[in-house]
């Protein structure tokens, strides 16, 4: 018999890692390949990146995750340009649903990177981003878990076997993730306050047009 999360705040990482037998990997290879991003950015593209940063810092401590998203996260997404015409495409509060096992699940991604239908709208979800919320709110919701949960819809969807990618965000930390079957891998934490660790966020985003055009 099919059964249904009944609250949004149930998608909860452990939760789900439970649910599903999740396996935590601790040696992955498609990670690694991942997060070892390189690149250079353009000097317009560094002014942004500032810019970023000084409207980040001008936030204060009052922020909520739709001005965060508007004044930082899409400046970020901007920069790494992770599209692809007619191959992959960026697009906001989009919602999976499904069932995985005996389980109904909805959730609205705030982040997706899929291939374009002819229509315009998501066809097959490769990336979720995932989700903007700040720490103190941690303990309600969590965005690891809503992650979790749009990959696994995700594997009903694309039904291939090929590796999923992710990535959840509290505050100003950054984890990237892949799943591959029920393998899950995560990242090392990026601090997207620090330059240096920011721009490495842009790289990794970037590669993501390469890892889908290999799949």
């Not at 692809?84 to 990177?113: A, Q």
């Not at 066809?123 to 809503?146: A, I, N, R």
């Not at 993730?177 to 997207?192: A, E, G, K, P, R």
Request: proline fraction near 4%; charged fraction near 25%; charge should be neutral.
């Amino acid at each position: 018999m099919e059964k249904k999360f009944q609250r949004f705040y149930q998608f909860r990482g452990d939760k789900i890692i439970n649910t599903f037998g999740i396996r935590i990997v601790e040696e992955c290879a498609i990670l690694n390949d991942w997060m070892g991003a390189e690149g250079v950015l353009s000097d317009f593209e560094n002014m942004t990146i500032d810019l970023a940063l000084d409207r980040y810092a001008q936030l204060g401590k009052s922020w909520n995750e739709e001005e965060l998203k508007m004044h930082f996260i899409s400046a970020i997404i901007s920069v790494a340009n992770p599209n692809i015409p007619h191959v992959c495409k960026t697009y906001f509060e989009r919602p999976l649903e499904g069932t995985v096992g005996n389980l109904r699940m909805n959730v609205i991604t705030d982040c997706m990177i899929a291939s374009p239908r002819l229509a315009g709208d998501p066809g097959k979800p490769y990336f979720f981003l995932q989700e903007f919320k700040q720490s103190q709110h941690y303990g309600k919701t969590d965005p690891q878990g809503q992650m979790l949960a749009a990959m696994l819809l995700s594997q009903q969807i694309n039904a291939d076997d090929k590796p999923l990618y992710g990535c959840y965000v509290v505050e100003n930390n950054w984890r990237f993730t892949t799943l591959v079957n029920l393998d899950y891998c995560i990242s090392q934490q990026f601090d997207s306050r620090k330059k240096a660790e920011l721009v490495q966020i842009v790289l990794i985003l970037r590669k993501i047009k390469e890892l889908i055009l290999n799949r």
